[in-house]
């Protein structure tokens, strides 16, 4: 005879506790694991799952959106440009992608 198991809520001890989300591999998931730069809450640089280049992202307006790239670069320079363009780029920002290598494919040989 086996037993059924039914779904609960979860103990009041576990109610209070953060949860946080493993690593994933999707370029649109909150927890991607590759994420560069958190520009501003709703702005972000990823390296791409192949790392040959860098995408800024930005976050769609519904609750709980995915990340959208809007667009894509292969050096710091273009990347850099089309932050500025967006105004998606803030001083601590700034300084994360200055701190990128020059091309995007430098990253692998790291």
Request: hydrophobic share 35%; with cysteine.
């Amino acid at each position: 005879m086996t037993k059924t198991v039914k779904n609960t809520p979860p103990s009041n001890d576990l109610r209070r506790v953060d949860v946080t989300a493993p690593p994933s591999h999707r370029e649109r998931d909150d927890a991607y694991r590759n994420v560069v730069a958190q520009l501003a809450p709703r702005w972000r640089v990823i390296v791409c799952k192949d790392g040959i280049q860098w995408i800024l992202q930005r976050k769609e307006a519904s609750h709980g959106g995915p990340w959208r790239g809007v667009s894509y670069h292969t050096n710091r320079n273009g990347l850099l440009r089309a932050c500025g363009s967006l105004e998606a780029l803030h001083s601590s920002g700034l300084e994360a992608l200055e701190a990128l290598p020059d091309c995007a494919s430098q990253l692998a040989k790291k």
